[in-house]
Each structure stands twice: as structure tokens, then as C-alpha cells.
């Protein structure tokens, strides 16, 4: 996809949403990081509703941690893996309490540094709690880069540094918000809603007629 077309892209993508942000509730960057450590393999509704009494609850390290693994695990019993979650995010109140103060890190490093958080996880909160230019590639990023040209890539590390270099400066921050939407709820795994989408005719998916 050439620079103008990648210009346009997103300059659509901006009318349609302005302010782009996650669907994922939370307060404070630790509950978000919290959010985004439950959000893996997990729908970011079924999240939503377990964190509400969870936040709470418990809206602090301390006193998340101080519920322990087992009470943890009763708020996030319908999330996928919740019992290797409970036991992550327990461990990362933990870290965070004992070597950062209780407060979330701004640094990539001290990030993957805590249980359950990985490369996305840190750049999700890199991006929305701190407004770091990050893109998490989760799978409809990397869908979505890929099937409009726009940073194709065959693994979510090669979509990430392609789209770093293809989104333009002045999207960059906001190039992981829009991307994720336009990928839940337009450029969908299953069928493609070609005919509603907003950057089709400088998509270069080859079956615009809809479909994976």
C-alpha cells in the first residue's frame, strides 16, 4: 500500500471514530493492566463483567493482592485460564508492590517483566495508559494489516515492526484502537463486511465480496 493510500486510510478511519480508546473498563493503568492480563483468550465483555465487582473490591495491588489466589479466581470463574490468571495476577500485585512501589512501570522491560504480561500486553498498556505510539498485534490486527496490505507479515512480531514503519507519525498512537475495532466489528474473521467498510477501495483484500 503505497503513502497515500496509508494517509487516506486512516484519515477514514479518524472521521469514523475521533477518539478511539478501549473497550476494556477499567480506572487506573493497574486495572487496565489487570483488564488486558484477563482479556487474553477471553472476550473483552466477559472481562468487563468480572472486573466491575472485582475494581470494586479491590481496585488497588494491595488490595487485590491481599484477596489471594483462590478469592481472585471466584470474581474471574467464567474468564478462559482463570485459574492461571489468578495465579499471574497475583504474583504481578506482588512485583509491583515490592519493587515498583505499587505503581504500574512506564518501561517495556519492567512490563514483560511481570507474570502474564507479554509483548502485547505491554504495549496495550504502553499505548492507553500511557499514550506511548505501541501496536499490540493481537489476531485482528494482524488480519487486518494483512489483508489490506496495509503491514502484511507471517507472525504478530512482523505485522507489529511493519506497521510501526507503514502507519504515519501522526496516527501512530491511535493505529492500534482503530485497527482492532475496524477488525471486531468490520474486517471480521469469518466474513468480511466488505460492503460496509469504510477504507475498502484502498484495500487490496482480494475477496471484497466477503469471506475469509
Known amino acids: 500500500m503505497n503513502a497515500a493510500h496509508r494517509i487516506a486510510l486512516f484519515e477514514r478511519l479518524k472521521a469514523a471514530n475521533p477518539a478511539p480508546t478501549t473497550e476494556l473498563e477499567y ?13 487474553a483468550q477471553a472476550t473483552d465483555k466477559s472481562v468487563n463483567t468480572a472486573t466491575r465487582q472485582l475494581f470494586a473490591d479491590a481496585p488497588t495491588p494491595q488490595a487485590l493482592f491481599d ?46 517483566a511481570l507474570p502474564g504480561v507479554g509483548r ?5 498498556v504502553l499505548n492507553t495508559a500511557f499514550g506511548e505510539p505501541t501496536i499490540a498485534v493481537d489476531t485482528h490486527i494482524f488480519r487486518v494489516a494483512n489483508r489490506t496490505g496495509l503491514a502484511p507479515g507471517k507472525t504478530p512480531l512482523a505485522v ?19 485497527l482492532i475495532l475496524h477488525g471486531r466489528y468490520v474486517c471480521k474473521a469469518r466474513k468480511a463486511e466488505c460492503a460496509h467498510c469504510v477504507i475498502a477501495d484502498f484495500c487490496e483484500y482480494p475477496d471484497k465480496s466477503g469471506g475469509a
Open 120 to 124: 502485547k500486553t505491554a504495549n496495550v
Open 160 to 178: 507489529e515492526l511493519g506497521l510501526l514503519e507503514a502507519v504515519p507519525p501522526a496516527y501512530r498512537k491511535d493505529a492500534h484502537h482503530w
Open 27 to 39: 480506572a487506573t493503568p493497574f486495572q487496565l493492566l489487570v483488564a488486558v492480563i484477563l482479556s
Open 67 to 112: 484477596l489471594g489466589e483462590e478469592r481472585l479466581a471466584g470474581y474471574i470463574k467464567h474468564i478462559g485460564l482463570y485459574r492461571a490468571k489468578s495465579k499471574n495476577v497475583i504474583a504481578t500485585c506482588h512485583l509491583l508492590l515490592e519493587r515498583h512501589g505499587g505503581e504500574v512501570p512506564r518501561t517495556r522491560e519492567a512490563l514483560e
